[in-house]
């Protein structure tokens, strides 16, 4: 197969653009986060087009634009890393604690990515980059193995990565230089390293490459709800089904359960989720003796349940940090609106302290924000955090033994030292203070 591109010959996109999706902060108005890395991608592809002959309409790269989950979305990525020619990974923090980011390593490595040539030199189809910088920051085994030269991509980009180099404006030359030298690595890895087609594998079931998570990279999600056939008088099935997790409020908007939404929020921040309905999970929550943040999701309408809210009582009472309480609200849904006054008055009995301002909710306000879809999945977003803060305060001790606490926000990934002989993206190593060695946590503060 050949992998210049010319003739027609190999029309498969250039690279992959690999990267952890970024969640909105603070105002639910704020722009759209990952607008950075779709402009490096953007450039790219550019610069691309510039060095090769690809034909107009030629995909000369694949980025993930889409924040959600489903048959199709899976589908389409696993097809992407079978018949990409090299991988671009954006090395951050955020990247390495992504389970979604861990999958597409694994699933692009399942290929031949690794070459031998004649000289006994290691090639690979993996083109890391720097997105922020990571001399603090130990890889895990899999990025510590590889090594690569970016001394071309100037001083600037190793000190500080390709997002400060956008963001600042008296770097906007470093930043060209270094998408023009980035673009010049992936064409000379797609023809010098040429990686067969893929088979097409189930995404979702992919392990990560990366290290198992630490207890703050998971989030247990717990659902409160009712099943169709417990529903109270004047409260219709649309919304219900046969299992508790089955509750979606927002319906006609999502046809999926609400949790499996909840899960692919957290999972696209970097969390490991886990869905269960909240009474498989009250005697643990109440036990005071968390193994790592949770949120709860309320429907007001189980409230009616005398006897089932008491442990949803007990619970708001301890008032513990590593729990964020929310209550998804669907004004649209006219037996809500009709009933509202009745459902507020149950959930401030139960829920006192939960609702208080101190904790993320989704109850309507007349002059608020409606309880949207939307609006649920960027509250979910802070509450996941709140919790996972609220963990994380308590002084979690490493795994296996009584060392230091563990950094906030996930930091201090746990790598391995690369064994001898790593593969190289076929400029070699960098034994100067260059990226590789930097990135591995060995570079100068």
Request: a negative charge; proline letters at 8%; one cysteine or more.
């Given at each position: 197969m050949n992998s210049q591109g010319d003739g027609g010959r190999d029309q498969r996109p250039y690279f992959f653009l690999s990267y952890a999706h970024i969640p909105r902060a603070g105002n639910r108005g704020s722009g759209d986060p990952?607008?950075?890395?779709?402009?490096?991608?953007?450039?790219?592809?550019?610069?691309?087009?510039?060095?090769?002959?690809?034909?107009?309409?030629?995909?000369?790269?694949?980025?993930?634009?889409?924040?959600h989950q489903g048959q199709k979305w899976a589908e389409r990525l696993s097809a992407e890393l079978a018949n990409c020619r090299v991988f671009v990974p954006l090395y951050s923090p955020r990247y390495f604690a992504s389970q979604a980011c861990g999958k597409e390593w694994h699933l692009f490595s399942q290929r031949p990515v690794y070459q031998r040539r004649q000289s006994g030199e290691r090639h690979t189809g993996i083109v890391p980059v720097l997105?922020?910088?990571?001399?603090?920051?130990?890889?895990?085994?899999?990025?510590?193995?590889?090594?690569f030269s970016h001394e071309s991509f100037g001083g600037d980009y190793a000190a500080e990565g390709l997002y400060a180099l956008m963001k600042i404006a008296s770097y906007r030359a470093q930043y060209q230089n270094a998408v023009y030298r980035l673009a010049e690595r992936i064409v000379h890895v797609a023809k010098q390293t040429v990686i067969p087609l893929g088979q097409q594998a189930d995404f979702e079931s992919q392990p990560s490459a990366f290290e198992p998570p630490l207890p703050t990279d998971r989030v247990r999600i717990s659902v409160y709800s009712l099943r169709r056939r417990e529903?109270?008088?004047g409260r219709g099935p649309d919304c219900y089904g046969a299992r508790r997790l089955d509750w979606q409020p927002y319906q006609p908007h999502s046809a999926r359960p609400l949790a499996e939404d909840a899960a692919e929020v957290a999972r696209r921040m970097g969390f490991e989720p886990t869905v269960a309905?909240?009474?498989?999970?009250?005697?643990?929550?109440?036990?005071?003796?968390?193994?790592?943040?949770?949120?709860?999701?309320?429907?007001?309408?189980?409230?009616?349940?005398?006897?089932?809210?008491?442990?949803?009582?007990?619970?708001?009472?301890?008032?513990?940090?590593?729990?964020?309480v929310l209550e998804p609200w669907n004004p649209e849904d006219p037996?809500?609106?009709r009933d509202e006054e009745l459902l507020n008055g149950l959930s401030e009995e139960v829920l006192r302290l939960s609702r208080g301002t101190h904790r993320p909710t989704l109850r309507h306000q007349s002059a608020g924000t409606p309880g949207t879809l939307e609006e649920f999945r960027g509250e979910l977003e802070r509450a996941v955090m709140q919790a996972t803060n609220g963990f994380e305060q308590r002084g979690e001790a490493r795994p296996g033994g009584s060392g230091p606490r563990k950094p906030s926000l996930r930091q201090g990934l746990r790598g391995a030292e690369p064994p001898p002989g790593p593969p190289t993206d076929g400029y070699g190593s960098d034994d100067d203070g260059g990226l590789g060695r930097a990135a591995r946590g060995g570079g100068e503060s």
């Open positions: 990952n607008i950075w890395v779709a402009q490096l991608y953007n450039d790219l592809c550019e610069a691309i087009f510039q060095l090769t002959d690809a034909p107009s309409g030629h995909p000369v790269g694949f980025m993930d634009r889409s924040m997105w922020v910088a990571m001399n603090h920051y130990p890889l895990p085994r899999v990025a510590g193995e590889l090594q529903l109270p008088a309905e909240f009474e498989e999970d009250a005697d643990r929550l109440l036990a005071e003796e968390p193994t790592g943040p949770s949120v709860l999701l309320v429907d007001r309408w189980a409230l009616t349940d005398r006897q089932r809210s008491g442990k949803v009582r007990q619970l708001d009472r301890k008032n513990l940090p590593w729990v964020s037996e809500c609106r």
